[in-house]
């Protein structure tokens, strides 16, 4: 489902949205910013309706938004602008590599063609490479002028502090359920029940809770949280067949994110037992504090470095039945 806002129509952002007109309104908008916070609250859907209220020729001042309806505008929607470009991971990448930056150089050396500024948007900055955050510290250093660069990332204290000083910093929060439920009204056509339980599977994160409002994630989700449930009486054999189901390439993308929302859920009602108070629920307090940070490494590692799923899947599944009392 494609969600292109303009400025005007950006949701539980109106600090930020306040701050890019007001930058545009002065003839400033920078060569380059940061965007940072939690996956999925907003920051590319930002990042490009900033570009296309750059792009607008029909809005009334320099700093409103652009208007989403002129052929400037719905070239950006439509992702095909000439002077806009996306930096993403190549297909079977695990880094964003220097060739990468180098085609971005490129792209800012030349003039405008159509703009009267020339954007790149790069998502998940901190996955570039050492040689490719050393090139783009080189464009930073000496920016072409009319160019405008966004790294957008969860992670900025990856990126090299020489990057970052050299970047206009904006934070983006966690969106408010109000906000989430005002996006959604406007994409979805689900019941008060489904959505709360959607909105509670994404945990903030818009495209994830667009996903499972499609119906058939959230059924995977349903068969996951209810296997799960299953673990402590679990046989080796069932759980090494649970992971080669979800260790599929399809699966295992939507597991992921399941599995650490699931993970969260778990803590925090140890937490509460803590709270209430006994030694024993302290210890597993630690206990699955310990597992939780394991498992969180194993799961980079695989994205990293390409594990095998299915046997990542299998050490992630037997540490759990263990933590819930499993013999094995």
């Known amino acids: 489902m494609t969600y292109f806002p303009t400025l005007d129509q950006i949701v539980g952002h109106d600090a930020v949205v306040a701050d890019l007109k007001q930058a545009m309104a002065n003839d400033h908008p920078g060569h380059a910013h940061l965007f940072f916070g939690p996956p999925g609250v907003g920051k590319w859907t930002v990042a490009a309706a900033f570009a296309q209220a750059l792009f607008c020729r ?127 009204a406007t994409l979805t056509t689900l019941d008060a029940a489904t959505l709360q339980e959607v909105m509670a599977a994404g945990r903030g994160n818009v495209g994830r809770i667009l996903a499972f409002s499609q119906g058939e994630l959230l059924e995977l989700r349903r068969k996951f949280y209810q296997e799960m449930a299953g673990l402590p009486t679990a046989t080796l054999a069932q759980l090494f067949t649970l992971a080669e189901q979800w260790g599929t390439p399809e699966k295992f993308a939507h597991i992921v994110p399941l599995l650490k929302i699931w993970l969260q859920e778990r803590l925090h009602g140890v937490v509460l037992q803590t709270d209430r108070g006994t030694m024993a629920t302290r210890d597993s307090q630690e206990a699955w504090l310990k597992a939780i940070f394991w ?12 594990l095998n799923r299915r046997l990542v899947l299998e050490a992630v599944l037997i540490r759990l039945a263990r933590l819930q009392g499993a013999g094995y």
Do not use: Y
């Not at 085609?103 to 500024?117: D, G, I, K, R, Y």
């Not at 498992?295 to 390409?306: G, K, P, S």
């Open 58 to 184: 029909h809005k009334p001042t320099p700093g409103a938004s652009g208007c989403g309806g002129c052929p400037a505008c719905l070239k950006v929607a439509a992702d095909n602008h000439g002077d806009l470009v996306r930096v993403v991971m190549g297909e079977g990448k695990t880094r964003i590599g220097v060739d990468q930056v180098r085609q971005l150089t490129a792209f800012f050396a030349l003039t405008p063609m159509e703009a009267p500024w020339k954007v790149a948007i790069m998502d998940d900055a901190a996955s570039m490479n050492e040689a490719a955050a050393n090139a783009l510290l080189k464009t930073l250093e000496e920016p072409p002028s009319r160019s405008l660069l966004i790294l957008v990332t969860r992670q900025p204290g990856k990126l090299l502090p020489t990057i970052r000083s050299r970047c206009l910093k904006t934070r983006f929060s966690p969106l408010a359920s109000a906000a989430l439920q005002r996006i959604l």
């Open 295 to 306: 498992i969180e490494q194993l799961l980079r590692q695989a994205a990293e470095v390409n």
